[in-house]
């Protein structure tokens, strides 16, 4: 059941006083909001119970140029695992944030949680919710990150530098940079000022400099891989990526992209939304979707990735389908959309 904010601080504060770990996830292929929510929540913990054992695991080691910046933060509470392979205990407290469900962590089919653990979730995409715990959704946020913020605010915590500065990467993630829809972007813009009057400004610019410079070769080489698939249809385009078209582009594979195929192609004139099928890098046979809707259009594309069994946001979601190649994986998503909507 989704509670209120106050509610739900005051329940999840009690929970964290007791439990003896406290157990964080990024979600498969983790995105800068993904990371900026979990290094933000940080603080909670710290605030109610600072003897607890933290960690956070996640499947997929985070792109290069801001893993040491991550490190930093979080030195071996960080850790590089499959979280169906954890060995979880009576006493731990697992939080979900940016997602609902533990298998948006693993590649691991069917695996369930012991009933022991408790559970909690903070998220910002429409979801049926699996989790009987704690949860607290806002779909009115752009992301995770500014959730994560409204809850410190409301216990009164105090945010550290490394930690605000991750809050802030993860607005900017989900927001483009603040060129997405916010429904809150008046209080998204107070949460910039907000730190920059702790701050500085020129901190806040050294955070966008550290995103948009000092990009990896491998990053270009795979935007690269992304135009070159690309396929334009009267309403809509497409792209897609192989794991061995990354090979061949000389792009390693345990180097994680922040490119978004869908994002990159996502502002082709007259085209009404936009898709990308990527294939997992880990199950050659599983490949992730990701839907965008372009400049003017507000095209629903949440539709099509709940039909292909994901979810999302209504105007920017994704779905992960199962298939023998990425040529019947981008079949799969032809059909539904000419099935929902004719195309």
């Not at 933290?54 to 893993?67: G, V």
Request: hydrophobic share 40%; net charge negative.
């Amino acid at each position: 059941m989704n509670q209120n904010l106050p509610e739900f601080v005051t329940n999840l504060a009690e929970q964290t006083s007791k439990a003896s770990r406290v157990i964080q996830f990024f979600h498969k292929s983790p995105d800068l909001d993904s990371i900026g929510s979990n290094l933000g929540f940080i603080n909670f913990i710290e605030k109610y119970n600072p003897k607890a054992e933290l960690k956070i695991l996640t499947k997929d080691e985070p792109s290069a140029n801001i893993y040491l910046k991550i490190k930093e933060i979080l030195g071996d509470k960080l850790q590089v695992v499959d979280p169906a392979e954890f060995d979880y205990r009576v006493g731990d407290l697992l939080i979900f944030i940016d997602f609902p469900e533990f298998s948006r962590t693993t590649n691991i089919k069917d695996f369930k949680l012991p009933d022991f653990i408790s559970v909690a979730v903070v998220d910002h995409h429409m979801s049926n919710l699996e989790s009987k715990g704690l949860n607290y959704v806002d779909t009115s946020n752009l992301s995770a990150s500014s959730i994560v913020y409204e809850i410190l605010k409301s216990a009164n915590i105090e945010i550290k530098k490394g930690n605000f500065e991750f809050i802030i990467i993860g607005m900017l993630g989900d927001s483009g940079f603040f060129k997405h829809k916010d429904h809150k972007f008046i209080q998204s813009l107070q949460i910039i000022q907000d730190y920059c009057s702790i701050f500085g400004n020129e901190e806040y610019f050294k955070i966008i400099d550290s995103l948009e410079s000092h990009k990896p070769l491998e990053e270009y080489n795979l935007q690269k891989i992304y135009l070159n698939n690309l396929v334009y249809k009267n309403d809509f385009a497409y792209t897609s990526m192989t794991s061995n078209e990354r090979e061949e582009s000389g792009v390693s594979h345990t180097f994680s992209e922040t490119t978004n195929g869908a994002n990159l192609i996502r502002n082709i004139e007259k085209t009404k939304f936009v898709f990308s099928v990527t294939q997992d890098l880990l199950n050659p046979n599983l490949f992730n979707i990701s839907f965008r809707s372009c400049a003017g259009w507000n095209f629903p594309v949440r539709d099509m990735a709940i039909k292909l069994g994901g979810g999302g946001h209504l105007l920017a979601a994704g779905a992960q389908v199962e298939s023998e190649n990425i040529s019947t994986a981008i079949n799969l998503v032809l059909t539904c959309i000419h099935e929902l909507n004719g195309f």
